[in-house]
């Protein structure tokens, strides 16, 4: 009888206290440990230890992305970067899984947006809806006229297009500008850091790029998932950091300098900022320099001298721009250059790389080479003109889809080498890539997208109150002219390194934009 009243007294008092809640919340912990064991370890003898890491991660992420998509874009912002030196040490029994696990990551983050979306019964209206969607029906309308298999059309589509989804998800998350102003933050802190390593390659006369650089091509069946990188360069002589190649780190280095360069236009009365700002660009611009990227130092250039000589009417731009033309012609007097005869050579200075870009020798060189040049004739020569609407079809020409596929349907039909040199699929122009392939009606859809994108950042530049918010729409501006411009250089729309970041500012500022009302 004693036992019993006492313990029932127990009991009361476990009840009271939660005691008895928390012995049931224990245990069903001890139980759900013990089946997460049971099935760690079956994952690990079924599929072995590589995979069942791969896909235990993989699902933790995407299950996080639905519970709280914003964790998506940052982990995806700080983990591209480093993608492609993080890849070299990927075993190839799990290669394919980490290749595309960023990309599956994007889509993912879009299902999420799409839900809340459905959640909330609002879905906000972007200046970019009618443009993309009318895109997408010329891609499938050239599918179907071209006959083109349907599993080489979408590779074809998601080439171009998967990034995109990233802006859509991004204004329909409607992010607080805390929240990017923090993103902004954490990015230019990489921009610095992989600026920092990208001089210490450089100091290091080369000691550095076997370490870094991803040569190795890795397949999948017959896909080419990383075409390697080919260092015909000589070694320490351009610097690429954690990014593969020169040009991916001066175009990643270009977009956010830009951005930097806008928002210390709007940010010169905050000190600790405009400070902050300054060191990035010092190092970042040292660093551009470095990559002997020309697409990078043009598009640079062009951004600023939006930015700084046009929209800021900034003085300082202008006679910049005078001294350098000085500077520039005395230099040919006195060293008496010949820029005519100029061809690209193994040690090459960054003066002399400049002036090889006007080069009549490299240019037919190129052309007969079959660069990019013979690809900017030969497009609307022979490709556009077999079809000048609707193009050739998604996935045949020009385009990573076409490289990764080993495709020469489209080349044979025409009579064309298999892009660069006759060999690589691809046509170092995406805007010339786009134009082959959805012809000339998805061409104009597709820079409808970039003239909407001018138009919003612009006005909101025009009309924010937030110093902030002006001048992410002043750098991003800069930023979608030099993206315009490199696009005609190679196919950087289709580059992680720069396409994701492109796209998810683009989100950002019609996020803004539709906040201060400056679209509907």
Not at 25 to 45: D, F, H, M, P
Not at 332 to 359: D, H, I, K, P
Not at 391 to 413: D, I, M, W
Request: hydrophobic content about 55%.
């Amino acid at each position: 009888m004693t036992g019993v009243s006492i313990s029932g007294i127990l009991g009361k008092i476990g009840r009271v206290f939660g005691l008895a809640n928390e012995r049931k919340r224990q245990e069903r912990l001890v139980i759900a440990a013990v089946a997460a064991a049971v099935l760690v370890g079956l994952a690990v003898t079924v599929l072995g230890p590589w995979k069942a890491l791969a896909i235990g991660s993989g699902a933790v992420v995407a299950a996080l992305t639905l519970w709280k998509p914003e964790i998506a874009v940052l982990i995806l912002a700080i983990g591209l970067p480093l993608e492609p030196f993080l890849l070299k040490f990927v075993p190839d029994e799990i290669y394919v899984h980490a290749r595309y696990a960023s990309e599956i990551l994007v889509y993912v983050l879009f299902a999420s947006a799409l839900l809340r979306v459905w959640r909330d019964r609002k879905r906000p209206v972007t200046p970019l809806d009618l443009p993309f969607v009318l895109f997408l029906l010329t891609a499938v309308a050239s599918m179907a006229v071209n006959a083109v298999p349907l599993g080489t059309g979408i590779l074809g589509i998601r080439q171009i297009t998967r990034f995109v989804l990233v802006f859509f998800a991004v204004v329909w998350l409607r992010p607080k500008e805390v929240q990017v102003r923090w993103l902004t933050v954490v990015m230019l802190t990489v921009v610095a850091l992989e600026s920092v390593l990208g001089i210490i390659q450089s100091l290091s006369g080369g000691l550095l790029d076997e370490f870094l650089v991803p040569s190795e091509r890795r397949f999948f069946e017959s896909i080419q998932l990383t075409t390697g990188t080919d260092q015909f360069w000589s070694p320490g002589s351009r610097i690429f950091a954690t990014m593969g190649r020169y040009d991916q780190l001066g175009t990643f280095l270009c977009f956010f300098l830009l951005l930097a360069v806008g928002l210390l236009y709007c940010l010169h009365r905050d000190r600790i900022s405009s400070r902050n700002l300054k060191v990035v660009l010092v190092l970042g611009v040292l660093a551009l320099i470095m990559t002997m990227s020309r697409a990078s130092w043009f598009g640079f250039a062009l951004g600023v001298l939006a930015i700084g000589a046009w929209m800021m009417g900034d003085r300082r731009i202008r006679l910049g721009i005078l001294a350098a033309v000085i500077a520039v012609i005395g230099y040919l007097v006195y060293n008496g250059v010949t820029v005519r005869y100029s061809t690209e050579y193994r040690g090459q200075t960054a003066v002399e790389r400049l002036f090889e870009s006007f080069s009549y020798e490299r240019w037919r060189g190129e052309y007969y080479g079959m660069g990019r040049l013979y690809w900017m004739v030969q497009t609307p020569a022979v490709v556009v003109r077999s079809s000048p609407f609707l193009g050739v079809g998604p996935g045949q020409y020009g385009g990573g889809a076409v490289t990764a596929l080993g495709n020469t349907r489209a080349y044979e039909k025409l009579n064309l080498p298999y892009g660069v040199y006759g060999t690589e699929g691809y046509i170092d122009n995406n805007w010339f890539s786009i134009w082959g392939e959805t012809g000339t009606i998805g061409w104009l859809f597709y820079l409808w997208m970039f003239y909407a994108l001018a138009v919003v950042s612009w006005r909101l530049w025009r009309k924010a109150a937030d110093p902030w918010v002006k001048g992410l729409a002043l750098g991003f501006f800069g930023a979608l002219l030099a993206v315009t411009f490199q696009a005609f250089l190679a196919t950087y729309l289709e580059v992680r390194t720069l396409a994701f970041y492109f796209w998810a500012y683009a989100g950002f500022v019609v996020a803004f934009a539709k906040k201060e009302k400056v679209i509907g």
